[in-house]
Structures are given as structure tokens and as C-alpha cells.
């Protein structure tokens, strides 16, 4: 059992991202260091570089968690608590034991981004804790590519369709490109959405900006489709690829271009390249909402722990 610092941690990325892609149920991306790091330095009012960390490494399991007030441990990212600090199979005995042999007094830890009623909260709930308490936290829309793109669309209603089929013939004369990772060229479409216009823009919270600038400035698994019509940028689609699973991120086009169904014809170009290009099996949408809903094949549901030890 070795403690590491963040800086050990940051040496050693690799072996741990391997060890998310073999943990079962969890968010794996948004458990990886890809998400998890950019969160620890944008979503956060401490200096990254002098806030206490914990994190203990034994075998092919892994603990991570940031102490955000005396005593009190957290998650890398605890802002919508997808990732899951508990990686590998023997995570929760690994959290008994480094407790005891690093930590003094009772503690305690706020564990997101666990699979609903499954191994690892049956694990949690059984420990001989002095506290233990559940909550929900934010689940994810999955489409299941396993069986291929054309499968998944006959799954679809006939409507959906209709609407994607309406979408590809609207923007025929759309280009898509596999783009650089740039913030500013992403931004200058996000300020011409309703989003951005109606206030709702997630990029409206300067934690949040800073948060998806750090992650496109150093995470290499993301990637930028970005649609243009008649030479301009007219909407883009962020993801990221880790092992067999894109994850979307965001997702936005230019409010005038409405009409053509840009938002359908993007994502339905971008499920189709991934999987055929970058083998991709599953889509995860990231959190709830109506429209994902229709391309949904089912929602994963994960619940947070908060654990006294």
C-alpha cells in the first residue's frame, strides 16, 4: 500500500486509467484522469498544488479523494459526483486500511458516481462504519452500439426516423471536420447559441470555464467536430474517447442555423464516425435530458455515499 502525492499521482496516470477501464458500472470516463484532473484544478477554489490529497495505490486498486475541509474527503470532481474515487476490486478494504494507517481520528468521505444497488454499494453498506448514508447523484443516457448504428436505429420510433433522415438532407452541403482541440473556436460558436443568449450557458460559471479549458488544453482522448456551412462554423460536438466508450460532453450550434436540424445531423454523423472509425460500442450522453431521451437506449443511475470512518 503506497500513498502518493498529486504529483505521484500525476507520474503514474496511465496505471491508474487502466485500472478505471476494468472497474465495472462506474462512469469511466468522468472516472479517468481525463475528467478527474481538470476537475480537481477548475472547479475548485484551493490551490491544487498545496491542498492535502489522498490517494493510495495497492495493486489494481486505487483511492483518490481531495480533503476540501479539515477531516472531510471528496472526489476529484464533486460537482455533479460522477466520478467514482473507489477504483478496482478490493477499493473499499484499500479505504479501511489507508485510513487506519494514514489518518488520524474519524473521517469523513463523500464517494460519488456509485452504481445503483450494485457490488460497490452493497461493499460500502456493509462496512463496520460510524456512519453511513446514502443520496442520489447524476445518472447517464447510454446508447448502446454493440450490435452496430443501423440496429440502434431501428430501435428508434419512426419519428426519429423521419427526423434524422430530414436532418441529412437539410445539411447535404455540410462539412464536417475533425478539428483541433482550440477553445476559442469552440466559444465563438457557444456565444451565438440560446444558450449563451438565455443565460443557461453552463460556460456562464467561471468554475465550469476554467474547468473545460483545462481539460481541452491537456486531455489527449478528447475530440472536436465541428460542422460549417457555407465556410463558417456553425455548431461543434466534444467528446471523449476512453477504451470502447465516447463520451459526449457538449454539444451546440448557432441559433440562425436551426432550421436545418444541425443538432440531429452532427450527432448522428459523429455516432456513426466513432463507431466505425474508432470502434466505439457505447455512447454515453452524460446527464438527463428530454431530447437525449429519444436517443437513449437506457439510463444508468449511480448514487453517492457518505461514509464516517
Not at 474527503?73 to 478490493?90: D, R, T
Not at 474519524?106 to 460510524?130: D, H, M, Q, R, T
Not at 447524476?138 to 430501435?155: A, F, H, K, P, S
Not at 489527449?220 to 461543434?236: H, M, N, P, Q, S
Request: net charge negative; charged share 25%.
Amino acid at each position: 500500500m503506497t500513498r502518493l502525492t498529486f504529483q505521484e499521482f500525476l507520474a503514474v496516470r496511465d496505471e491508474f486509467d487502466a485500472a478505471v477501464q476494468t472497474t465495472p458500472g462506474i462512469s469511466q470516463f468522468c472516472s479517468s484522469t481525463g475528467w478527474a484532473i481538470p476537475a480537481f484544478r477548475g472547479l475548485h477554489e484551493f490551490d491544487p498544488e498545496t491542498t492535502n490529497t489522498f490517494i493510495v495505490h495497492e495493486g489494481d486498486s486505487w483511492i483518490v479523494f481531495v480533503e476540501k475541509t479539515p477531516n472531510y474527503f471528496y472526489p476529484f470532481e464533486s460537482a455533479w459526483m460522477f466520478q467514482c474515487p473507489l477504483i478496482g476490486p478490493n477499493s473499499v478494504d484499500l479505504l479501511t486500511r489507508a485510513k487506519a494507517e494514514f489518518l488520524e481520528g474519524p473521517n469523513g468521505f463523500v464517494i460519488g458516481g456509485i452504481p445503483k444497488n450494485g457490488a460497490l454499494f452493497e461493499k460500502l453498506e456493509s462496512l463496520n462504519s460510524l456512519q453511513f448514508e446514502n443520496f442520489p447523484t447524476t445518472g447517464c443516457m447510454i446508447i448502446d452500439l454493440e450490435n452496430g448504428v443501423d440496429q440502434w436505429l431501428g430501435r428508434r420510433s419512426k419519428k426519429f426516423r423521419r427526423t434524422i433522415r430530414d436532418a441529412q438532407k437539410n445539411c447535404s452541403e455540410v462539412v464536417i471536420e475533425d478539428a483541433d482541440l482550440d477553445f476559442d473556436r469552440l466559444f465563438a460558436i457557444q456565444e451565438q447559441t440560446y444558450k449563451w443568449k438565455d443565460g443557461s450557458d453552463i460556460f456562464h460559471h467561471d468554475d465550469c470555464l476554467k474547468f473545460y479549458q483545462a481539460m481541452i488544453e491537456s486531455e489527449k482522448t478528447l475530440r472536436l467536430r465541428v460542422a460549417i456551412v457555407d465556410g463558417e462554423d456553425a455548431a461543434f460536438l466534444l467528446g471523449a474517447v476512453f477504451g470502447n466508450t465516447f463520451r459526449g460532453l457538449q454539444m451546440s450550434y448557432i441559433e440562425k442555423h436551426k432550421s436545418l436540424g444541425l443538432g440531429n445531423f452532427l450527432q448522428i454523423e459523429t455516432i456513426r464516425h466513432m463507431a466505425e472509425t474508432e470502434n466505439i460500442t457505447t455512447y454515453d450522453l452524460g446527464m438527463f435530458s428530454e431530447y437525449k431521451s429519444r436517443w437513449a437506449d437506457e439510463t444508468r443511475e449511480f448514487v453517492g455515499c457518505f461514509v464516517v470512518l
